[in-house]
């Protein structure tokens, strides 16, 4: 027996087919939507007539400013999300401090004391 009729012979699949497989892939929520521009960049490299070649391209993107109000919004990361500043500290004395994340940093706190 070849190996793809033992794979094949001892998993039960989910979906009998690849069309219910990728029905189910459409029903998942969706995102912010993708955009496709073309750009057409010019190399140096040059062509039998002595011109630069060029070549066009696809630059696929999402809205940077939907995604972060995707990204704020979304439920599932309420628990993660930091607003306030923090001093995090490794030692119970307090003296070494933890630079980890953006909110753990003197920058953020800079910024939160000088909004008020």
Known sequence: MTHTLQIRNSVS????TKDAFLKA???LPSGIQW???TIDLTGDN???DGNAM???LELWFRDPVECVKEL???PTFKDSMRYAPEQVFDDPEHTTRCFSEMWTGNW???QQVSVL
């Open 25 to 27: 892939v459409d029903e």
């Open 35 to 37: 955009q496709c521009e």
């Open 13 to 16: 699949p989910v979906f009998e």
């Open 108 to 110: 953020w706190w800079k």
């Open 46 to 48: 040059i062509d039998e």
């Open 72 to 74: 704020l919004g979304n």
């Open 54 to 56: 060029t070549e066009t």
